[in-house]
């Protein structure tokens, strides 16, 4: 028998739901109960495509919108080849954002550009101001009417403890279910 393959997990939301908290616990959790789990975050920083976004995300330098929204995809791209590698080797992804960030953040984009501009009591970088995060929450809501994307949605307000026992859970079942299929592309 030949070995199973991992599930791709993706935790998405705006800033400050918990993600990051949450994808360290389940990682951990996963490995607890003997299972091969990784975490990943995208954008992910460390490559020479994500210095140029993280340059951008800390106002840094500025790039035209379509240009940053080709580096953040090409930032997952050029992860793609070693994540199918992870996966085809039974281990599960545990991913902080992923292309929903893509879309959502930078459709978002377009929503009141003027109100959100100079607003501040957030964080210090771009995106982060309570407006923007509202237009990127609504964006979320759309796309998870998409039937071909297997969402859950969490309740985030509530305990870690709560919220990593219902993410515990549905990831073992979506590992289970991946086991038995093909490793597939999103909206393909
Ligand atoms: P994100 O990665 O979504 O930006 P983090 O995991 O970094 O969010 O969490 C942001 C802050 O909120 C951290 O200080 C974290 O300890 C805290 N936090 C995370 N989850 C909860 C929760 N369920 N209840 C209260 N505080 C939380
Ligand atoms: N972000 C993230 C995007 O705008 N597009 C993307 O494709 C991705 C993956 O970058 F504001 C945004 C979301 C967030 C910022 O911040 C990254 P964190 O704190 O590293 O998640």
Redesign the pocket.
């Known amino acids: 028998m030949g070995v199973r393959r991992g599930a791709l997990i993706v935790l998405e939301g705006v800033?400050r739901a918990g993600k990051t908290t949450q994808c360290k616990r389940l990682v951990q959790a996963l490995r607890d109960s003997g299972k091969e789990a990784e975490m990943m975050?995208?954008?992910d920083?460390t490559t020479m495509i994500g210095q140029l976004?993280s340059s951008y995300?800390e106002k840094k330098s500025n790039l035209e919108d379509h240009t940053v929204?080709l580096l953040?995809?090409a930032n997952?791209w050029e992860q793609v080849p070693l994540m199918k590698k992870k996966l085809e080797q039974g281990i599960s992804l545990v991913v902080?954002?992923?292309?929903f960030?893509?879309v959502a953040?930078?459709s978002a984009k377009p929503v009141n550009p003027a109100e959100v501009a100079g607003r501040g009591g957030f964080g210090d970088?771009?995106?982060?101001t309570s407006v923007f995060q509202r237009a990127v929450q609504q964006k979320f809501e759309q796309l998870i009417k998409d039937p071909s994307v297997n969402w859950k949605v969490i309740d985030a307000a509530r305990s870690i403890e709560d919220v990593h026992t219902e993410i515990k859970t549905l990831s073992e079942n979506a590992i289970n279910i991946a086991e038995n299929q093909p490793i597939g592309e999103l909206w393909k």
Do not use: N, Q, W
């Open positions: 800033d975050r995208f954008p920083r976004i995300l929204h953040f995809s997952r902080d954002r992923y292309a960030s893509g953040f930078t970088e771009r995106y982060e």
